[in-house]
């Protein structure tokens, strides 16, 4: 479009906007070339964030346990729920493997090497990759990490990925050290403080939401005996991170009774310890979500509940329930929520290290098995339309941002 025709639209500008910021990010980017104004628009700052807010493309990514040298594939999660009759389509993001821990903002996290020996950000919507930054271990401490995750610290419009290991101290037992890579133009690692363990962390990739990561812990000091000779009782928690203050805080997890429950061995034949019944963080619906079943008790629920108010404990709300009754849930299996409409979830259901992919109508409570274009599906080793060994599954929305934004 030439100047003068742009100049020529009978349209006012803030309308224009409105109308820009419903698109999807990929047809964005080809509208960038219309115009110089609408360039402008379509690369700012405030655009792009807005943008974000609104984005309803959520995407599905995952990867095998054995994908490495393989590509990382994606689909449409709306295919998913909503075109059951026509098959999804799988497309390969075209990156060489790498751990994927977390996303925020559209932009995933990549570790690569164990312990990990760099860090990238990538934009799948726009092609968009970060600098390689290596990670910098304090004193040479690079043992596995016990817990990391990437965050947005909207104060200072700066992307942080943190982690922590467990080093000897001086004083003896364990202490922590936690570090935080700050990620622009030149990333700079620094040490912050950290509750001093023995914390221990379940889910490895922290999960952001309301300026926050959030991860399942327990304190081993605190385990009590139950009823049942072969169980401990655990006091499960959420820790917190708070991104703009870089300080740890804690928050309680809903009243339950069935939270914090260890099956111990009961012979010497058992593996050393079956941890069961423990909960799990995720963001539904841009709400902190937990997720619970009780695997010793097939009487019981899947459930769901969501912090309505991020920080307020007493705002905890159960927002589903899917039944035990042997259709989806059964014992030796597991459920993982990963995306939630008004009235479809979708769902990663395994039996130890298999996964699929499953739909669940819950106004219906009628269960769905998605349709997968299999001439797509047939480029990964691990098709999403098998019950094929381990696959981890991560979803994001697609969005214009990049790490300097």
């Given amino acids: 479009m030439r100047q003068d025709e742009s100049d020529e639209c009978d349209l006012p500008e803030d309308l224009i906007w409105e109308i820009l910021l419903w ?3 990929r047809l964005l980017l080809l509208l960038r070339t219309v115009c110089r104004a609408w360039n402008s628009f379509i690369s700012s700052h405030e655009f792009v964030m807005h943008h974000h807010q609104r984005s ?32 999804t389509r799988i497309e390969p993001l075209h990156i060489k493997y790498k751990s994927i821990q977390g996303s925020c903002n559209g ?48 104060l200072r419009n700066k992307y942080k990925f943190v982690t922590c290991s467990k080093t000897s101290i001086t004083v003896g037992g364990l202490g922590s050290r936690a570090i935080v890579c700050t990620l622009d133009a030149n ?8 509750p001093i363990f023995p914390y221990f962390t379940w889910c490895h990739s922290g999960t952001f939401v309301s300026g926050t990561l959030n991860w399942i812990a327990h304190d081993p000091s605190k385990n009590r005996k139950d009823d049942d000779p072969f169980r401990l009782l655990l006091e499960y928690f959420i820790l917190t991170f708070e991104l703009e203050t870089e300080s740890f805080g804690r928050l309680r997890l809903p009243r339950n009774n069935f939270f914090g429950r260890l099956r111990l061995p009961r012979n010497n034949h058992t593996l050393p310890g079956f ?4 909960p799990s963080l995720h963001v539904l619906k841009n709400f902190l979500s937990i997720c619970f079943h009780p695997a010793y008790d097939n009487t019981a629920a899947y459930t769901i509940w969501i912090m309505k108010e991020y920080g307020v404990e007493e705002s905890w709300t159960i927002v589903l329930r899917i039944p035990f ?15 939630m409409s008004e009235d479809y979830i979708l769902l990663a259901y395994g039996e130890f290290y298999r996964t699929k992919l499953l739909v669940y109508n819950f106004r219906r409570r009628e269960v769905v098995h998605p349709m997968i274009d299999i001439s797509s599906d047939s480029l990964s080793i ?8 381990g696959k981890f599954f991560h979803v ?10």
């Fill in 325 to 339: 009754n042997g259709r989806i849930i059964t014992p030796g299996n597991w459920l993982e929520p990963l995306y």
């Fill in 23 to 25: 698109l999807p990010g």
């Fill in 382 to 389: 691990y098709p999403l339309s098998k019950f094929s060994y």
């Fill in 56 to 87: 309803t493309q959520p995407r599905l990514v995952y990867c095998s346990l054995e994908s490495e040298g393989l590509d990382v594939m994606q689909c449409s999660v709306s295919s998913l729920l909503y075109n059951q009759l026509q098959p």
């Fill in 396 to 405: 994001y929305h697609e969005s214009l941002v990049s790490c300097f934004s």
């Fill in 187 to 194: 990333p700079s690692w620094k040490t912050v403080d950290h």
């Fill in 107 to 154: 932009l995933l996290c990549l570790c690569e090497g164990l312990p990990y020996k760099t860090l990238t950000l990538f934009n799948p919507c726009t092609r968009w990759v970060s600098l390689i930054v290596p990670f910098e271990y304090p004193n040479g401490d690079d043992r596995h990490p016990v817990f990391c995750g990437l965050g947005y610290d909207a």
């Fill in 275 to 278: 941890f069961e019944d423990v």
